[in-house]
């Protein structure tokens, strides 16, 4: 260990890349998922998509309340339609969903990558660039934590 150590010291340059590649080692916890949400974030943001609709499917097996169908339409960046598509009582669920918007829907991603998630995976429309279904997995020594959001009919409006 001496060694090693008093070899560092006389090589200064190998010392900070050593330090400089245990703090990326530290940072790149899902650094390609983040660089992915990043690009079609801003393919997405250049449609300049103000009106559009689709349906958002949100499941997850550890928390039942969690577990909808919504139809979305946005205009604006703001919901103006939420309806729920299985006759689930529209109140709470609604109230604190996120997923009422594309631009929110990239916030979750976000904020999954921001939390340092075990896993993110998500599948995006090849044209404008929206996510198509989205897999978050918080821990992957924890069962059932899993949350699911899948996007379909979605529909640019007039």
Not at 86 to 109: K, R, T, Y
Request: charged share 25%; net charge negative.
């Amino acid at each position: 260990m001496i060694q090693i150590r008093s070899f560092l010291y006389r090589h200064p340059i190998l010392l900070s890349a050593v330090i400089v590649a245990c703090g990326l080692l530290f940072l790149s916890k899902n650094i390609v998922a983040r660089y992915d949400i990043w690009q079609h974030h801003r393919v997405w943001n250049q449609q300049h998509l103000i009106h559009y609709r689709y349906i958002v499917s949100v499941s997850s097996m550890g928390r039942p309340d969690r577990n909808y169908q919504l139809l979305v339409e946005v205009r604006n960046n703001s919901p103006t339609l939420v309806q729920s598509k299985d006759g689930q009582p529209l109140g709470e669920v609604v109230e604190q969903a996120d997923e009422s918007s594309i631009e929110g829907l990239f916030h979750i991603m976000e904020d999954a990558i921001n939390r340092r998630v075990e896993h993110v995976r998500v599948d995006y429309d090849p044209h404008l660039s929206y996510p198509l279904d989205i897999s978050i997995d918080p821990s992957a020594r924890q069962v059932d934590d899993e949350i699911y959001y899948s996007i379909r009919d979605f529909e640019i409006l007039p």
